[in-house]
Structures are given as structure tokens and as C-alpha cells.
């Protein structure tokens, strides 16, 4: 029998999350202004994630935004206690988890100005699905923003038939561990086949490839879930309507933009353009943003509207003179501006810079408008609406964020201030447990040296300044 869509699926093999930078209210919030609204504040907010699993979304924002009120909940109980240990052990009191069933959200769960589910639309039965618009709708604060994310069509039909071919290969297999080796083998066994047209192989390879590089949670309880419906977004749209919400945007900035022009010839409106982009581009996943059907927006060009943000992006210059941004966008300035500004956002990048703090760097207004413009559409930058606080500068006892600290126990990618992802080797995870606030830079040097393995007292305390400096500028260290 294929697996549960139940909660014991869950308990039974673990789903990791992380913190994801696409549904932090900032993002959330931006997107809103942009076209119009008014979005509460980031800083003092009501966050509501369906589907948390072990949390290690919401206690990151919950640690990092202490006046909002967050809550997360997971129809499955064991993942719930995983989050609770980490929300006790940092004393995060702004946060609830909660193990329930997400129909049963009624008016006691109170209104939320940012709702988010991710992961749950499209591995959910159809009456889930319904329930959870329903909630989106009668829990969402009136100028509240909601974020769904889900499978997309025309994208996921090659996926799905790798899913097909794993479902029907372990049909009759009961033992979760080897139906997962089994399914695994059948992507190989699929590759290895002399009939495959000729057509199909390097997809198929591709894509197969990509499967079987991830762990067995992420296989399992996505592409080999029993439930994984598809949708084109024209259906979700549809859907969402019917339940009181239009759409918004995306929570990927670049994919509300055309700016090749892909879409002058189409006819329709909003709703019928995204669904030919959709087409144009293969797309398989969105992270729809849904607000209610009565708020009116602001569609105006994007030129019109960036003066209302700061903006971050961690701009390197690579050998070839080209400089590489967000989503790992390279560009080649033309013009000084864009050199200059991509150089003022690389300094101080996580952080972002308001627009008029750039505009000595561009040399004008209107020269900022349009390239910022151009970084924005283009994925190379991002824009905000929140400036992110954190400490920048080192004291005589530094001290790291309790939440990266406590992330790099048991991993090397850490939560930063920013909320980015920040992947640490080992030397700078080691480091990063050490900074409590109560050692010297001369102690953190001798403990450090203690370690086994370590270099000799010498070359750490030569090298740990520069460590130390990299820990600030990534935003891990607080006051």
C-alpha cells in the first residue's frame, strides 16, 4: 500500500525544514506595498504557518521578530515536539506550536496579518485543500497576505512520471525502507534502459538524477507521497477566487516580471498571462500570494514604485568583469551606476539600503530608478520593506546569535538576522558555538587551540580576527 497522507508518515521518517527567506513577512510585505497595500508591520505582526513541521521556520522568525505573535501548526505529533525542545531551550515566548488538524482552525486561533503554507496544497486530499483557502480567508487579518505554495503544471509532468513508475514499482511492498530502495532502484533501472527514446534520455537522466540525490525524507514525502496533485494555475486562481481571495503575486519577485516581452502577443487578463507563462517556461512550482477579493491594487510599472523599498544583494565582481548577484544573476554594467550601486549593495550585504541611501551612488534619481529597476526584474537584487537590525560591529566578548548557535549543534547551516541561510565549514561552526558572550577573543583563541586536530595557538590567534569579522558581516553576531 502506498503511504499515508496522515501524520504518521511524518512521525515515522523526519521532513527537514529550514528557515525560507520567501516566507518571512518582509517578503510577504513588500510584495503587498508594491502593489498597493498596506501590510502590517514586519516588526509587530500576526504570523500563522500551516504545516510547520518541526518548526524551524517559525522559531527562527519568532527569535528574530520578539513583538510579533507567532504560531505554528502540523497535524503530526512528533515533528510538533521536535519544534517545542527548540522554541523551550531558546525561551522563544512569542511562539505557539501546535499538533492539530488544520480544519479544525476555527475563530479561537484569532486573526494573523501573514498566513503561510508551504508544502501542503498540493499533498493534501481535495477537502483539505478546500479548508485550507477557507481558513486563509476567515483568518486573514483585511489587508493580511497569505502565501500557498504548490505543484504546477505543464512542469510536473515528467516528474510525475518518475512518481508513477516508483508508486506502480513498490505497490505491493509494505516496508517503508525498502520501498524506498526499491524506488530509488527503479529511476536507475529506468536510465539504464536500451528503448528509451532518443528524444527523452537527457531529460529523463536529469530529472532522475535530481530524485535520487535527495534524502529519503524529501523523496518520501514529496515526489513518492501518495497525494501530489498538480495544478495549472489557472485552476488555483479559480480555486482561490472561490473562496474570497484573488491573487497577489509571487513570493519570488522575478517571476511577476516579463521583461523580454514574452506576453505582448497574448490576449486576457492578468490571470490568463500568468497561465501562458506558465507554459512558456515549463513552470513546476509557484509560491502563490493571495490577499482578499476586496482590497484594490496598484498594477503600475515597476519604475513608479521603487522608491518605497531598500534593497540587498551580495554582488561580487568575478574574473570575467561580469558581477554576480541574487539567484546567482551575472550582469555586465554599461554604466558607472550600476557598477556603483552593485558595489554599495555588496558591502553591507545581508543587510539592505534604502533607496535614498543609493541614490549618491547611481548619481541621480531617475539613473537609480532604472537600475534598480533592471536589478529587481532581472532576480539580481531584492527589495524590502523591513532594515533587518542586527550587531555589525565586534565587542572584547562577542556573542552569537543564541538560535545559530543552538542550529549549529546539529548542522551547518544556520539562520542568520537576515534570515538567509548561511552555510558554515567546519572551523567557522565550531567558532560560532564558542561565542556566548563570556570568552575574550585571547580565550576563544585557546579553546579553539584545545580542540582536537586544531592548529597550533599561533595560527589560530593570527587567523581569528578575520573569522570573527566574517561572523559580523554575515549578521550571526547580536549585542
Known amino acids: 500500500m502506498p503511504p499515508s497522507p496522515d501524520s504518521s508518515s511524518y512521525n515515522e521518517i523526519p521532513y527537514e525544514t529550514v528557515a525560507r527567506f520567501e516566507t518571512h513577512p518582509d517578503r510577504l510585505a513588500a510584495v503587498g506595498r508594491f502593489y498597493g497595500m498596506d501590510p502590517a508591520p514586519v516588526e509587530r505582526c500576526r504570523y500563522l504557518e500551516i504545516g510547520c513541521g518541526t518548526g524551524a521556520n517559525v522559531v527562527a522568525l519568532a527569535y528574530h521578530l520578539p513583538e510579533s505573535r507567532v504560531v505554528g501548526v502540523d497535524n503530526a505529533e512528533v515533528p510538533i515536539a521536535t519544534g517545542e525542545r527548540m522554541r523551550a531551550e531558546l525561551a522563544v515566548a512569542n511562539l505557539t506550536l501546535r499538533a492539530c488538524d488544520l480544519r479544525d482552525l476555527g475563530a479561537e486561533s484569532g486573526e494573523f496579518d501573514y498566513i503561510v503554507a508551504h508544502g501542503v496544497y498540493s499533498w493534501v486530499p481535495a477537502d483539505v485543500r478546500d ?21 504546477t503544471l505543464p512542469g510536473r509532468h515528467v516528474p510525475q512520471y518518475l512518481r508513477d513508475l516508483m508508486l506502480f514499482h513498490t505497490r505491493d511492498i509494505r516496508d517503508t525502507g525498502q520501498r524506498l530502495r526499491q524506488a530509488r532502484w527503479s ?10 527514446p532518443d528524444a527523452w534520455r537527457p531529460l529523463l537522466e536529469s530529472e532522475t538524477a535530481t530524485v535520487l540525490s535527495e534524502g529519503d525524507g524529501w523523496l518520501f514525502h514529496d515526489d513518492f507521497a501518495e497525494i501530489n496533485d498538480p495544478v495549472y494555475f489557472h485552476e488555483f486562481a479559480a480555486h482561490s477566487g ?9 513570493a519570488d519577485p522575478p517571476e511577476m516580471f516579463d521583461p523580454q516581452g514574452l506576453l505582448e502577443p497574448v490576449p486576457g487578463g492578468l490571470i490568463e498571462r500568468e497561465q501562458y507563462m506558465d507554459f512558456l517556461k515549463a513552470r513546476r512550482f509557484r509560491q502563490t500570494l493571495l490577499c482578499h477579493q476586496g482590497v484594490r491594487l496598484e498594477r503600475r510599472p515597476i519604475e513608479e514604485c521603487v522608491d518605497r523599498f531598500l534593497y540587498s544583494s551580495p554582488c561580487q565582481t568575478l574574473e570575467d568583469g561580469k558581477i554576480e ?23 553591507v550585504y545581508p543587510l539592505p539600503l534604502a533607496f535614498e541611501e543609493l541614490i549618491p551612488y547611481a548619481g541621480s534619481e531617475p539613473d537609480l530608478r532604472t537600475v534598480l529597476t533592471g536589478m529587481v526584474v532581472g532576480g539580481f537584487a531584492d527589495f524590502h520593506v523591513y532594515p533587518f537590525p542586527c550587531q555589525e560591529t565586534l565587542s572584547a566578548r562577542p556573542s552569537a546569535s543564541r538560535l545559530a548557535r543552538r542550529q549549529a549543534v546539529d548542522s551547518r547551516r544556520v539562520t542568520n538576522a537576515c534570515f538567509r541561510l548561511v552555510e558554515l565549514d567546519e572551523v567557522a ?48 553576531l547580536e549585542g
Open 187 to 196: 529511476l536507475q533501472y529506468l536510465t539504464i534502459s536500451p528503448r528509451l
Open 325 to 347: 548577484g541574487l539567484r546567482r544573476v551575472r550582469i555586465t554594467p554599461v554604466h558607472d551606476a550600476a557598477r556603483n550601486v552593485a558595489a554599495a549593495l555588496g558591502e
Open 131 to 151: 479548508a485550507l483557502l477557507r481558513v486563509c480567508r476567515e483568518r486573514l487579518a483585511p489587508n493580511g497576505i497569505a502565501f500557498v505554495s504548490y505543484n
Open 242 to 250: 472561490r473562496h474570497g481571495l484573488q491573487y497577489l503575486g509571487d
Open 429 to 476: 561552526r565550531l567558532l560560532l558555538e564558542l561565542l556566548d558572550g563570556t570568552r575574550s577573543h585571547g580565550q576563544i583563541a585557546e579553546d579553539l587551540a584545545g580542540i582536537p586536530g586544531a592548529p597550533p595557538l599561533e595560527e589560530i590567534h593570527r587567523c581569528l580576527p578575520a573569522s570573527l569579522e566574517w561572523l559580523a558581516r554575515a549578521a550571526l
